[in-house]
């Protein structure tokens, strides 16, 4: 069960080094499309949550490169 989750982990880390510009950009999208839909209700919440994954992204590309 372990290498299988670390299997899991070395992936993601793979594909945030590859791709990691692309998934922070959709993550940008993603929380102006929700903040749309909440009407503004949620934004700090909204931009908080954004900036904590695209931190978690960066750092995971980095851990790899």
Do not use: C, P
Request: net charge negative.
């Amino acid at each position: 069960m372990f290498e299988v989750l670390k299997n899991l982990k070395d992936k993601a880390d793979d594909l945030a080094e590859e791709h990691g510009d692309k998934i922070v950009g959709g993550l940008e999208k993603l929380g102006g499309f929700v903040d749309d839909k909440t009407d503004g209700k949620h934004s700090d919440r909204i931009d908080s949550a954004v900036d904590t994954a695209q931190d978690y992204i960066g750092k995971l590309g980095e851990r790899k490169g």
